[in-house]
């Protein structure tokens, strides 16, 4: 089935660095859009970064010139370089793409999340 799976969260201490990966997988016949979300405690899950298609990126602004994130097309990969990290990026982040599984059909698709702890 199609599916993808996160990996790289951890605990960093404020000022280091950690990157997420995600691996989408299954019958695919072509990815949109890809991106990470995060959801923190208490709070509503809130766009971090997404790449298009096309070369279209966005960052959240909190996130701007700190997190960048890359995709790799030919892999089904996506992936998200933070730095920097402050103890308010402490939250559960996943992984979403909207993928074409047939030629009529597309749907969104979102990963399992992965923990990042930024803490002394």
């Known amino acids: 089935q199609v599916q993808l799976v996160e990996s790289g969260g951890g605990l960093v201490q404020p000022g280091g660095s950690l990157r997420l990966s995600c691996a989408a997988s299954g019958n695919i016949l072509s990815i949109n859009s890809m991106g990470w979300y995060r959801q923190a405690p208490g709070k509503e899950r809130e766009l971090v970064a997404l790449?298009?298609?096309?070369?279209?990126?966005y960052y959240t602004d909190s996130v701007k010139g700190r997190f960048t994130i890359s995709r790799i097309n030919a892999k089904k990969t996506v992936s998200l370089q933070m730095n920097s990290l402050k103890a308010e990026d402490t939250a559960v982040y996943f992984c979403?793409?909207?993928?074409?599984?047939?030629?009529?059909?597309?749907?969104?698709?979102w990963g399992q999340g992965t923990q990042v702890t930024v803490s002394s």
């Open positions: 979403r793409a909207i993928m074409k599984v047939s030629d009529t059909d597309e749907y969104e698709y």
């Open positions: 790449v298009s298609s096309g070369v279209s990126i």
